[in-house]
């Protein structure tokens, strides 16, 4: 049950405002079994309407089209689906009262060229919501339905829902049962995830599996369909159990989970917390942290200590390991961390130093190095990174990495990431 949406807009196709409304549409029709093959985004120019909606007809099951039902003059979808399909304009009643109630119980006034431009439809135009603030209207055309919805987002979401999916299961009969599964990977590049998973996809009919970097993570979508929800649950189930195996710890989260939450669940499991001590982050590692709801639960704190200064009256590290080591270095990591968890008194801590660039630089220790530290109560390490990139990639993936070393430590007791360390 393939279907097209064309979205129109002269604000859409100057990037003035982003297309979120397709987005909703094309999930929410995927996630009943009706696919969108294809998205059009166009300006408010009639001749450009009409040729795509002729030669979109020919080719979908369904159509859906945004935007342009207002009162304004740019607001042009009628005229041009009149004009491609051959339908006389005619006044709709249902809109007529509608407008009157409205100007009665607001005591309004509206001129005649507002009613006209609202209230005049296509011939065989079936309203969709006639007693709502919003009304777009269903077209059938050569036995393909056509819906058209206003383009404002949280009107265009109330009528997918309610009006065009129930229509399309009358219509076209229920889609193909769905299932899809989103994994998040860290720590391998998305050929390596490819490679690991490319004999899986060949094993069940009907699955496909979507590869989507996310710097700097890897997103795998998994999709199954099938004719029947049991058979398409039963094999998306297995087919997931083996991608968990294929990727291991990997997987650092699933769906809408992130990788912060899992390493909150992980600590409230263990009943412990965690506090963090930062130098090139700059208080990243700690928003992450506490960018889940309820994290106070297993986070204490977080420490940046920007300058040497900053590092030696706050976190007690010693000036003679600054003097020799540098303010980079495994010694100043470990510091750190042991530094901040005698403070806030938790199990475990992170901490992070490094040269984020692009200026810091040396040979020894060139941009993009980092030295993360976990300290638990067994005992404190140091690794030493290096992360390719702009301040904004080195930074992002040394946070990524301090935590996903801590998640690793949670799941299976390892001190060493199973990454690559530089």
Known sequence: ???????????????????????????????????????????DDIPLIVECLNKSVQRCRFLIITGGLGPTADDITNEAVSRAFELPLIENQQILRKISDCEKRHGLSYDETFKRKLSMLP????????????????LMHGGI?????????????????????????????????????????????EIEVNARLSRIESRYSGLSIGYYPNFPEVHVTVTLKGQSSDETRSAC???????????????IAEDDDT????????????????????????????????????????????ITTYTNRAKEELLNVPHEFIEKYGAVSSQVAESMAEGVKKLSRTAYALSITGIAGPTGGSVEKPVGTVYIAL??????????????????????TAAETALDWLRRHLTDGSFVPGYRPA
């Open 1 to 43: 049950m393939y279907g097209e949406i064309i979205a129109i807009g002269d604000e859409l196709v100057s990037g003035k405002t982003v297309n979120t409304t397709s987005s909703f549409a094309a999930r929410r029709l995927f996630d009943t079994g009706y696919s969108v093959r294809r998205i059009v985004v166009i300006g």
């Open 123 to 138: 011939e065989g135009a079936e309203l969709l919501n006639p007693d709502g603030h919003a009304a777009g209207y269903m």
């Open 145 to 189: 339905p056509l819906f058209f919805l206003p383009g404002v987002p949280h009107q265009l979401e109330n009528h997918v829902v309610e009006q065009v999916i129930p229509r399309l299961r009358e219509i076209l009969g229920k889609g193909r049962s769905v299932m899809q599964k989103t994994f998040k990977i860290f720590g391998l590049s």
């Open 237 to 251: 189930l297995d087919a997931c159990s083996a991608i968990r195996n294929a990727l291991g710890l990997y997987v």
């Open 259 to 302: 990788l912060e939450a899992v390493t909150g669940r992980l600590l409230v499991e263990k009943h412990a917390m965690v506090s963090v001590a930062e130098s090139c982050t700059g208080g990243l590692l700690g928003q992450r942290l506490t960018d889940v709801s309820g994290s106070s639960a297993w986070f204490d704190r977080g």
């Open 375 to 396: 300290s638990t109560p067994e005992r404190t390490e140091a690794k030493r990174f290096f992360f390719p990139g702009g301040r904004d990639k080195v930074r992002a």
